[in-house]
């Protein structure tokens, strides 16, 4: 185990009543905008305790204060209807620890914002499906998740990003890069800049019926792929939904969309060879299934039948956002390569091609289980 090489980590951790001496630290996750790390604590009695310990982003998150609100709300009512149910809370919820004056955070002395959680023993954080089972799973626990907060009152959350899934803002947004050109790449990517323009009519479908009272406003996840839900490492089953930092107010659609565009991508997110990148049907209908098994019985008919626009939306509006980014220089989403942006785009500007050309097949697996 790594020392802790930070006096901020060691500050922060002081701030909390956590059992035991704290004995080490290490970066734990993948995430790309808050700084994650496991910390390790011994008890008198010897048994090694472990949390999880984050400090947010607030370039991203500008209201921690709303944010934690959020977070607190959420799963104060989540752990509430575990308990309601014969479960136990404290593995299928997340667990937000109060400092030890009882605030939701901490902030240092260099104003940075600290929170911690337990870690949930015994489970497993998968960054891709290696077996169709495991995005079964998730399914059952996003919809699950959007069940059980049905009756949360979605207008008490703050929107941390401020239109977060509008994909008409996204959109607006993307004209605007284009205009601007600010890294001088417009011309190379006329191609995919006409693309996004021969699908303007589809950017509001969904925003709109919602504008109209057609659908819903939820309580949503908005950031539901397969790594935010934790497995149990003996059973498989899903245990926890984790990374609420975008929990507000959305549509079920998104959650569900947003699954689809992670998982039923048959190759990496960034693949450059398109010729790799296909939409997956099978790993389609086995989400849709474990998502209506749970979620179903709390959505409207108008939900239901529109979980395909909630696919084809989001897998576009994530495009747009790569293609966005490409075109202001790379300021938002971490690169690695030359044309990474660009190469996201792509895949997922693929996959919306091959949604596309699926329509009444992604229609008829839906009309499966509704």
Same mark, same amino acid.
């Given at each position: 185990?790594?020392?802790? &090489?930070?006096?901020?980590?060691?500050?922060?951790?002081?701030?909390? %009543?956590? /059992?035991?001496?704290?004995?080490?630290?290490?970066?734990?996750?993948?995430?790309?905008?808050?700084? $994650?790390?496991?910390?390790?604590?011994?008890? +008198? =009695?010897g048994d090694c305790l472990r949390y999880i310990m984050q400090r947010i982003n607030t370039d991203t998150f500008k209201d921690p204060d709303g944010l934690m609100e959020n977070i607190v709300g959420v799963t104060d009512f989540l752990r509430d209807a575990s308990r309601k149910s014969g479960g136990n809370p404290d593995r299928e919820t997340m667990t937000v620890v109060r400092t030890k004056d009882g605030k939701n955070y901490y902030r240092d002395s260099v104003g940075s914002c600290w929170r911690v959680y337990p870690f949930v023993e015994n489970t497993v954080c998968l960054q891709s499906v290696e077996k169709p089972e495991q995005f079964y799973e998730s399914a059952r626990a996003f919809g699950n998740f959007q069940r059980l907060l049905s009756d949360f009152d979605a207008s008490k959350l703050h929107e941390t990003i401020?239109?977060?899934?509008? $994909?008409?803002?996204?959109?607006?947004?993307?004209? +605007?890069? !284009?205009?601007?050109?600010?890294? *001088?790449?417009?011309?190379?990517?006329? =191609?995919?800049?006409?693309? !996004?323009? =021969?699908?303007?009519?589809?950017?509001?479908? #969904?925003? @709109?019926?919602?504008?109209?009272?057609?659908?819903?406003l939820r309580v949503t996840h908005n950031d539901?792929? #397969?790594?935010? !839900?934790? #497995?149990?490492?003996?059973?498989?089953? *899903?245990?926890?939904?984790? @990374?609420? @930092?975008?929990?507000?107010?959305?549509?079920?659609?998104?959650?569900?969309?947003d699954s689809i565009r992670f998982g039923a991508n048959t190759n990496a997110e960034d693949e450059?060879?398109?010729?790799?990148?296909?939409?997956?049907? /099978?790993?389609?209908?086995?989400?849709?299934? *474990?998502?209506? +098994?749970?979620? *179903? =019985?709390? #959505?409207?008919? &108008?939900?239901?039948?529109?979980? %395909?626009?909630? &696919?084809?939306l989001m897998t576009l509006e994530c495009g747009i956002r790569f293609l966005t980014d490409h075109l202001d220089g790379d300021k938002y989403f971490r690169t690695h390569r030359p044309n990474h942006n660009l190469d996201r785009a792509r895949t997922q500007f693929k996959l919306v091609q091959d949604m596309e050309a699926q329509w009444d097949e992604l229609n008829a697996i839906v009309a499966k289980y509704i």
């Amino acid at each position: 185990m790594k020392t802790i &090489a930070e006096d901020y980590v060691l500050e922060a951790c002081g701030a909390f %009543p956590l /059992e035991g001496q704290l004995v080490g630290a290490v970066r734990y996750g993948q995430g790309h905008i808050n700084d $994650t790390f496991c910390v390790y604590l011994q008890t +008198e =009695a010897g048994d090694c305790l472990r949390y999880i310990m984050q400090r947010i982003n607030t370039d991203t998150f500008k209201d921690p204060d709303g944010l934690m609100e959020n977070i607190v709300g959420v799963t104060d009512f989540l752990r509430d209807a575990s308990r309601k149910s014969g479960g136990n809370p404290d593995r299928e919820t997340m667990t937000v620890v109060r400092t030890k004056d009882g605030k939701n955070y901490y902030r240092d002395s260099v104003g940075s914002c600290w929170r911690v959680y337990p870690f949930v023993e015994n489970t497993v954080c998968l960054q891709s499906v290696e077996k169709p089972e495991q995005f079964y799973e998730s399914a059952r626990a996003f919809g699950n998740f959007q069940r059980l907060l049905s009756d949360f009152d979605a207008s008490k959350l703050h929107e941390t990003i401020y239109k977060f899934h509008d $994909t008409r803002n996204r959109y607006k947004a993307f004209e +605007e890069a !284009v205009l601007r050109d600010a890294a *001088g790449r417009s011309s190379s990517v006329q =191609a995919e800049i006409d693309f !996004v323009r =021969a699908r303007i009519k589809d950017v509001g479908y #969904l925003m @709109d019926k919602l504008d109209r009272g057609e659908l819903p406003l939820r309580v949503t996840h908005n950031d539901t792929k #397969l790594n935010n !839900v934790l #497995l149990d490492k003996d059973s498989g089953k *899903g245990i926890v939904v984790i @990374d609420l @930092d975008t929990v507000m107010p959305g549509l079920s659609l998104h959650d569900y969309g947003d699954s689809i565009r992670f998982g039923a991508n048959t190759n990496a997110e960034d693949e450059p060879d398109l010729a790799k990148v296909n939409f997956s049907q /099978e790993l389609f209908d086995i989400y849709t299934k *474990g998502f209506l +098994e749970t979620a *179903g =019985a709390s #959505l409207t008919k &108008a939900e239901k039948d529109n979980l %395909p626009w909630g &696919a084809r939306l989001m897998t576009l509006e994530c495009g747009i956002r790569f293609l966005t980014d490409h075109l202001d220089g790379d300021k938002y989403f971490r690169t690695h390569r030359p044309n990474h942006n660009l190469d996201r785009a792509r895949t997922q500007f693929k996959l919306v091609q091959d949604m596309e050309a699926q329509w009444d097949e992604l229609n008829a697996i839906v009309a499966k289980y509704i």
